[in-house]
């Protein structure tokens, strides 16, 4: 029974958001001003909801951070580019040496029983 309530309940929240994007698709390409009044409300409404103060404002800084650079892209194609760029940025700085010193530290927990080892 708690499986059926679990996926009707992510249905529901799948047409929640289906809908919330077609209508900001639909704002979008009508009044531009609009939605980017909206996409701002809706930041600032997920930013308010954050109760850690310096995970709130690292988050801040990283949404100003990431206007200030459309802001100056020009164009469509240009805002792509950075948003690629600043994902790609993002992971080689932060995911990618995380990850590798999980790596090590996996290896090194496993050198003596194998269990993180990988295989060679």
Not at 15 to 22: C, G, Q
Not at 43 to 49: A, E, K, R, T
Request: proline share 2%.
């Amino acid at each position: 029974m708690e499986t059926i309530d679990w996926e009707k309940e992510r249905e529901k929240i799948r047409e929640a958001a289906l809908e919330r994007h077609a209508r900001l698709h639909r704002l979008f390409h009508e009044d531009r001003l609009a939605f980017e009044r909206e996409r701002k409300r809706m930041i600032n409404s997920f930013l308010q909801s954050i109760e850690d103060p310096a995970r709130k404002e690292r988050l801040e800084e990283i949404q100003e951070a990431w206007d200030k650079r459309m802001r100056h892209a020009g164009s469509q194609y240009n805002r792509f580019v950075l948003a690629q760029t600043f994902f790609w940025d993002h992971f080689y700085r932060n995911w990618q040496p995380a990850l590798q010193d999980l790596s090590t530290l996996c290896n090194k927990l496993g050198e003596g029983n194998g269990d993180c080892n990988r295989s060679k």
